[in-house]
């Protein structure tokens, strides 16, 4: 797990002026499964695509095992690329496609067939070799482009989005697929999604892009829990996302109170943003609150309710399993553990305000809910 | 309604394939009238298959149109791979100019291919022969390309781009993903485009004819030349499986089509017997090419000497009717010399043939007046008589020509005279009074007058009682006049279309070379030859000679020679029904022919025919423009009017390119 397999040094990538990736560094262990995640157009896909050989980068270097490899096309790098949307050999059957790499190595024949049957194993594709892939149902087409990919025992298997086209359920079951395979082989995995989700349940690291930067890199939980700015709080999950002051080392102040929190090491009076889950926050009676609000807003999400609360004019997402009728009152009280403190970064005041809550929710979890305002 | 459009439907079937049914039909038909069908039979097909001269051009044809559309296909599919991979801007910029040859009118293409092949051929290269085989081939390629890549292209487009690099991600470079993925993405587009591109080459005849030389025939070419003369029914037989083949080639197109299609809709994998088929099919491509490449290997490395003979239409005898195959003869004779015939229609096109460059011919036949009009611009050799022995059959009074006092450069071939032909059946004798028969209003709309502009003008000025030599412009200019005035009056101007005008009776009077009209009479006994001894006639020599353009004086003289034995002679005048300057070949000819006044009239009447003297080359050209005017265009044009003219095509010309570059920069404003 220790091992240096990869590291991109400096990497800047330039499109006809427009710069899509802005000096990424960033180091993959062998047999880590490693996760870039961003909006689109982060330059998440951009870095893959480096990786693999198919694009030059402007400035910077790939180093892979030691060595640079920016000029080595991608037919002799040791990586495989399992693709956005397959990219299947329509002419082949399942076994010819997963064939195809081992026959231009030049494979004997008995080899091939033992090596691509135990592959049809592996992604429980058994006794489909025969099969044209045309007549493969979505989930099946991935697994054999997953499997053509994973033949070929690459040292690094990168995956662009290998879910995207699934429906919700296959994509749940191919998580877990992916994640065992991985584990089996013990091959490096660099996956590429948009899918937050996605990204926490698979990866032993998560690298948050935006801009054609890393944001953040990290183990799922720390991403999640020590958010390093306002994109990644907001990004990764529910944000409520205030104005405040470090007074000093544990002791924040906002909204014109002072709290206890967990985080020190910032300057005395340094301006911060503070960033309150949504499903931290305890609901309380009105007199025994830290703050007290007003609800302004109710949706029903199945396993809990999400409430809009406006404080003093500014809006928080509480999520709740209890029901709070709009206009009803509430207090809140907030524990040190829940508070975490960020520097102020360039995404500070962009995020994390629930005041148009609508049109911020669709967009980040691209499901429609009853809007209220 | 439905109805109504189901009808429409098979009445628009019925008008698209009915002229191919007609000539299936008459390629099954006994008799040799187009008209009526009188019975079953296959012999059609035996003789075409009997028939080396015509296999053999099908055979260039089909050759050419595989290597062609091979060509076209290897370099399209990579243009089009090229192109694909453009910006999109530029992409589209390049696509619309390989579009263009496609769209271009295939004369300018033909034209301009052929100034080029010679510009560079003869002008850089210094070649004697800059239009061959080569260039023919290259002219093909140039028109197949555009398919190919206009085919390839769509399929290019709806390609995932992910395959190549998907390809490459499994260890293919790029040149190995283009074969064993890429390749089979754009196969049906490349299927299609070479069949396109190859039924384009089969039938080429626009842009063939302009850069075909002298060596390598294709079938259109030649049977443009048939078409004018009657068509032999075997020529239907040939005719009927070219559709048969290009018909099979479409459908088999559709059905891979289908088939693909239905693959996909079905998602059933490919059996096994259909990829057994497809295998088939590549190897019969592929053998089909080694052989034709083959062909073209053995063809080229003939060690023969190849003769190179130019020569007019029907006019050397080559074994049909019962006639000596002189060609054969000559061969036999001289194992080592392949004869290759071509044919032209007129003095004036042999003359701008051989001016423009390009080709090479060893020996050609011109008339009098153009071989004086080659003397003198240096366009042929002398002869070495030496190598002529047989020169001595010729009758003294052929000898010393005017056209040639000194004899160096010419061999009399042929003699006769231009009369009038006429139907019995449908002109009354009392009008047969002269050549003012041929202005007679009673016939008007069944006179079809000969079509050169010497010919025309001698019947004018022997009408008019002029020299059939004058240089006079007022002279000329009343020619002109008589002959606009005659226009309304005639049907056509023609030259070999005669025969099947005249013989089926569509037309009544027509002016013609004697020889010919005694080969019409044979197949119409109405009609009749009259030759106006009151006013005058001409009387033409047609002669031998070797152009300067030529490769092998040697075997040209040896043909010379060959021609002049009084025994080669005869039999040759059996077929073409001209007089012989040779009179010791009348014993070997026909009776009727030796005897005939029509082609030998006797000595009193000849004295009353002229021959025609090379005017100036100013007079030429004045007497040309003069006929096109008096002929071609409704009024008689003036010396003034031209001058004119050409601003109102370059007035077009701008209009067009003007409204062209709008119309494209107004497109392109829009889409942004």
Same mark, same amino acid.
């Given at each position: 797990m220790s091992k240096e397999l990869i590291r991109l040094r400096d990497l800047t990538m330039e499109f006809d002026g427009e710069r899509i990736l802005d000096g990424i560094n960033?180091?993959?262990?062998?047999?880590?499964?490693?996760?870039?995640?961003?909006?689109?157009?982060?330059?998440? &896909?951009?870095?893959?695509?480096?990786?693999?050989?198919?694009?030059?980068? &402007?400035?910077?270097?790939?180093v892979f095992d030691g060595e640079c490899i920016n000029d080595v096309p991608p037919y002799k790098r040791q990586i495989n690329t399992v693709f956005q949307r397959y990219a299947l050999f329509p002419h082949l059957n399942v076994f010819d496609n997963i064939a195809f790499g081992l026959r231009v190595a030049k494979m004997p024949k008995e080899e091939i067939e033992q090596r691509v049957n135990h592959m049809l194993e592996v992604v429980s594709l058994k006794g489909y070799g025969h099969r044209n892939v045309s007549s493969l149902s979505g989930g099946q087409q991935q697994r054999v482009a997953i499997a053509r990919a994973l033949v070929n025992e690459p040292k690094v298997l990168l995956l662009d989005e290998p879910l995207g086209a699934?429906?919700?359920?296959?994509?749940?079951?191919?998580?877990?697929?992916?994640?065992?395979?991985?584990?089996?082989?013990?091959?490096?995995?660099?996956?590429? &999604?948009?899918?937050?989700?996605?990204?926490?349940?698979?990866?032993? &690291?998560?690298?948050?892009?935006?801009?054609?930067?890393?944001?953040?890199?990290?183990?799922?939980?720390?991403?999640?829990?020590?958010?390093?700015?306002?994109?990644?709080?907001?990004?990764?999950?529910?944000?409520?996302?205030?104005?405040?002051?470090?007074l000093a080392d544990y002791k924040v102040k906002f909204f014109g109170r002072t709290f206890?929190?967990?985080?020190?090491?910032?300057?005395?009076?340094?301006?911060?943003?503070?960033?309150?889950?949504?499903?931290?926050?305890?609901?309380?009676?009105?007199?025994?609150?830290?703050?007290?609000?007003?609800?302004t807003g109710i949706t029903f999400k199945g396993l809990n309710y999400d409430i809009i609360v406006e404080f003093k004019g500014f809006k928080w997402l509480i999520q709740t399993t209890d029901f709070h009728p709009v206009g009803a009152v509430i207090g809140i009280r907030l524990n040190p553990e829940d508070i975490h403190i960020m520097h102020k970064s360039e995404y500070s005041g962009m995020f994390g305000d629930y005041s148009s809550y609508s049109a911020e929710y669709d967009e980040l979890t691209e499901d429609a809910g009853d809007e209220e305002e | 309604m439905k109805k109504a459009n189901r009808v429409l439907t098979i009445l628009m079937f019925v008008f698209l394939y009915i002229p191919m049914v007609v000539l299936i039909v008459a390629s099954f038909n006994t008799g040799k009238d187009i008209t009526k069908?009188?019975?079953?039979?296959?012999?059609?097909?035996?003789?075409?298959?009997?028939?080396?001269?015509? *296999?053999?051009?099908?055979?260039?044809?089909? *050759?050419?149109?595989? *290597?062609?559309t091979a060509i076209s296909v290897a370099f399209g599919t990579l243009a089009a791979v090229g192109i694909h991979s453009l910006k999109p801007k530029m992409r589209k910029a390049v696509l619309s100019l390989t579009n263009i040859p496609?769209?271009?009118?295939?004369?300018?293409?033909?034209?301009?291919?052929?100034?080029?092949? +010679?510009?560079?051929?003869?002008?850089?290269?210094?070649?004697?022969?800059?239009?061959?085989?080569?260039?023919?081939?290259?002219?093909?390629?140039?028109?197949?390309?555009?398919?190919?890549i206009l085919n390839v292209m769509p399929k290019l487009q709806q390609m995932n781009p992910a395959l190549t690099d998907a390809a490459m991600d499994l260890g293919c470079t790029p040149v190995k993903a283009f074969f064993k993925v890429i390749i089979h993405e754009i196969m049906p587009g490349v299927v299609s485009g070479g069949i396109m591109a190859f039924t384009m080459s089969l039938d080429d005849f626009v842009i063939s004819y302009f850069v075909t030389g002298s060596d390598f025939v294709t079938l259109p070419v030649e049977i443009y030349t048939y078409t004018k003369k009657p068509i032999h029914p075997k020529v239907y037989a040939m005719f009927t499986l070219l559709f048969g083949l290009i018909f099979v080639l479409m459908l088999t197109m559709n059905l891979l089509q289908l088939r693909s299609d239905r693959k996909k809709a079905s998602k059933r994998p490919v059996s096994r017997g259909w990829k057994i088929a497809r295998r088939w099919v590549a190897g019969v491509a592929a053998a089909s090419l080694v052989v034709g490449c083959g062909f073209l290997f053995a063809n080229g490395r003939q060690e023969k000497t190849v003769l190179n003979v130019y020569n007019w239409g029907m006019n050397m005898a080559d074994g049909t009717d019962g006639t000596m195959d002189l060609v054969a003869e000559f061969e036999k004779r001289y194992p080592n010399i392949d004869v290759r015939m071509s044919e032209y229609e007129s003095n004036e096109v042999l003359?701008?043939?051989?001016?423009?460059?390009?080709?090479? +011919?060893?020996?050609?036949?011109?008339?009098?007046?153009?071989?004086?009009?080659?003397?003198?611009?240096?366009?042929?050799?002398?002869?070495?008589?030496?190598?002529?022995?047989?020169?001595?059959?010729v009758d003294e009074q052929f000898k010393n020509?005017?056209?040639?006092?000194?004899?160096?450069?010419?061999?009399?071939?042929?003699?006769?005279?231009?009369?009038?032909?006429?139907?019995?059946?449908?002109?009354?004798?009392?009008?047969?009074?002269?050549?003012?028969?041929?202005?007679?209003?009673?016939?008007?709309?069944?006179?079809?007058?000969?079509?050169?502009?010497?010919?025309?003008?001698g019947i004018a000025q022997y009408l008019l009682g002029y020299s059939v030599n004058t240089t006079d412009k007022a002279e000329l200019q009343a020619c002109a006049d008589k002959l606009a005035q005659q226009r309304p009056l005639v049907q056509q101007y023609v030259m070999d279309q005669i025969y099947a005008t005249m013989e089926n009776e569509?037309?009544?009077?027509?002016?013609?070379?004697?020889?010919?009209?005694?080969?019409?009479?044979?197949?119409?006994?109405?009609?009749?030859?009259?030759?106006?001894?009151?006013?005058? %006639?001409?009387?033409?020599?047609?002669?031998?000679?070797?152009?300067?353009?030529?490769?092998?004086?040697?075997?040209?003289? *040896?043909?010379?020679? %060959?021609m002049c034995d009084p025994e080669i002679s005869g039999a040759n005048m059996d077929y073409i029904c001209y007089a012989s300057p040779i009179s010791a070949a009348k014993e070997y000819m026909e009776d009727y022919l030796a005897e005939s006044e029509i082609v030998y009239p006797d000595e009193e009447l000849l004295n009353k025919g002229t021959s025609y003297q090379f005017l100036s080359e100013e007079t030429s050209r004045y007497v040309e423009s003069l006929y096109q005017g008096a002929t071609k265009i409704n009024s008689v044009s003036t010396e003034e009017e031209p001058s004119g003219k050409p601003i109102v095509w370059v007035a077009v010309a701008v209009l067009a390119v003007g409204g062209g570059t709008w119309f494209l920069i107004r497109r392109k404003k829009k889409k942004h």
């Open positions: 960033l180091y993959i262990n062998d047999h880590e499964f490693l996760t870039l995640l961003g909006p689109s157009g982060c330059g998440k &896909t951009t870095t893959l695509r480096i990786i693999g050989g198919f694009l030059t980068p &402007t400035e910077g270097t790939v699934l429906d919700l359920r296959l994509r749940k079951d191919m998580q877990n697929e992916l994640k065992r395979i991985q584990q089996a082989t013990g091959i490096t995995f660099v996956y590429v &999604t948009h899918d937050q989700e996605e990204a926490l349940s698979m990866s032993d &690291t998560v690298v948050v892009m935006d801009k054609g930067r890393i944001q953040q890199i990290g183990k799922p939980e720390d991403i999640y829990n020590e958010p390093k700015n306002a994109f990644v709080a907001d990004f990764i999950g529910e944000s409520n996302i205030l104005d405040g002051i470090m206890t929190c967990v985080d020190a090491g910032f300057e005395p009076n340094e301006p911060v943003d503070v960033v309150i889950r949504p499903e931290d926050i305890d609901i309380v009676e009105p007199d025994q609150g830290h703050l007290v609000g007003t609800v | 069908f009188e019975g079953f039979t296959f012999a059609q097909y035996g003789e075409l298959f009997r028939d080396k001269d015509l *296999l053999g051009l099908l055979g260039n044809s089909v *050759l050419i149109a595989l *290597l062609s496609m769209t271009n009118p295939d004369i300018v293409t033909g034209v301009s291919l052929s100034l080029l092949f +010679v510009f560079v051929g003869t002008g850089l290269l210094n070649q004697r022969e800059s239009l061959n085989f080569g260039t023919l081939l290259l002219a093909h390629v140039t028109f197949g390309l555009p398919y190919v003359y701008s043939k051989l001016k423009n460059g390009g080709i090479s +011919v060893d020996v050609i036949i011109p008339s009098d007046y153009m071989i004086h009009r080659m003397r003198n611009e240096g366009m042929l050799l002398e002869l070495n008589f030496d190598n002529i022995p047989n020169f001595a059959y020509p005017d056209y040639d006092p000194e004899n160096k450069y010419s061999v009399p071939y042929t003699w006769g005279t231009v009369g009038i032909l006429y139907n019995t059946k449908y002109v009354d004798e009392a009008d047969v009074t002269g050549w003012e028969l041929m202005w007679n209003e009673k016939y008007a709309g069944k006179i079809l007058m000969i079509d050169n502009s010497r010919d025309a003008f569509e037309a009544y009077i027509a002016a013609y070379y004697a020889g010919d009209c005694m080969l019409m009479m044979e197949e119409n006994e109405d009609l009749a030859f009259y030759l106006p001894e009151h006013q005058g %006639f001409n009387l033409f020599t047609d002669a031998m000679c070797i152009p300067n353009c030529a490769t092998e004086k040697e075997a040209a003289e *040896l043909f010379i020679n %060959f």
